[in-house]
């Protein structure tokens, strides 16, 4: 089965800060993975995904995620952390296998990143 | 940009009432879900349906039945509202091209209470 894990529920990170949000997973097979963030009373938006080539993978805002296959991780990260970053992430991964699970994305339970001025 | 709209940002219902919650996307995709999202659990899918008239049960379906009768609307029903049901309801709306499913795209939710 499918699954992600995101270990820390709280990240905190001054303003101008590099930030990391982690990330690993499990996957039977080859893994396309997600994140996702939420910023208050609103729905997930797409950031980033992994789904074959380069490890490093570029996204909206600025952010990234480094795939590393040995450690089953999905690291999110951005080199500079801006108070308007503050929201809700989400590591996700993709089911690809065939029938009726047809692409659906498993979740993580979310990591909360505040950033502080 | 896609759009998937729920037609409800909040919602109070007292237990036992039925409930639907609707949701509309415009892009023509074929896959929609449900999920419902509480703090600490994250998402888990309800529901979600690859076509028309199709539905697949996720991983919480108990309390819930769902409806496709057009391709762009996908409706959660809670057959008899309870207190635990109290959560956050998300619809997300994707496709397949090319072999590949394309990232969700999410409605901005309703927040149900039942009192």
């Known amino acids: 089965a499918q699954s992600v894990a995101q270990p820390e529920d709280q990240v905190n990170v001054a303003e101008g800060n590099p930030l990391t949000v982690k990330c690993t997973y499990s996957v039977s097979g080859n893994p396309y993975l997600f994140w996702y963030v939420q910023y208050p009373n609103r729905g997930l938006q797409f950031l980033l995904k992994y789904i074959t080539g380069d490890n490093l993978v570029k996204g909206s805002y600025g952010f990234e995620a480094e795939f590393n296959k040995s450690q089953t991780s999905f690291h999110l990260k951005k080199p500079s952390a801006l108070v308007s970053d503050s929201a809700l992430y989400f590591c996700a991964v993709r089911d690809i296998g065939r029938g009726s699970t047809l692409g659906r994305l498993y979740f993580g339970r979310g990591t909360q990143l505040t950033v502080w001025p | 940009d896609v759009k998937v709209t729920q037609s409800s940002r909040y919602l109070v219902k007292r237990t036992g009432e039925k409930v639907f919650l609707e949701c509309v996307q415009d892009m023509d995709h074929e896959n929609m879900f449900w999920y419902r999202q509480d703090p600490g659990l994250g998402l888990r899918l309800i529901y979600f349906?690859?076509?028309?008239?199709?539905?697949e049960k996720g991983d919480i379906p108990e309390g819930y039945s769902v409806s496709r009768e057009k391709k762009e609307r996908f409706s959660l029903i809670l057959e008899s509202a309870s207190t635990n049901q109290t959560s956050m309801y998300l619809c997300?709306?994707?496709?397949?091209?090319?072999?590949?499913?394309?990232?969700?795209?999410f409605g901005n939710g309703t927040r149900l209470t039942v009192t």
């Open positions: 997300a709306s994707g496709y397949r091209g090319g072999g590949r499913y394309s990232p969700l795209h």
């Open positions: 349906s690859y076509d028309v008239k199709m539905k």
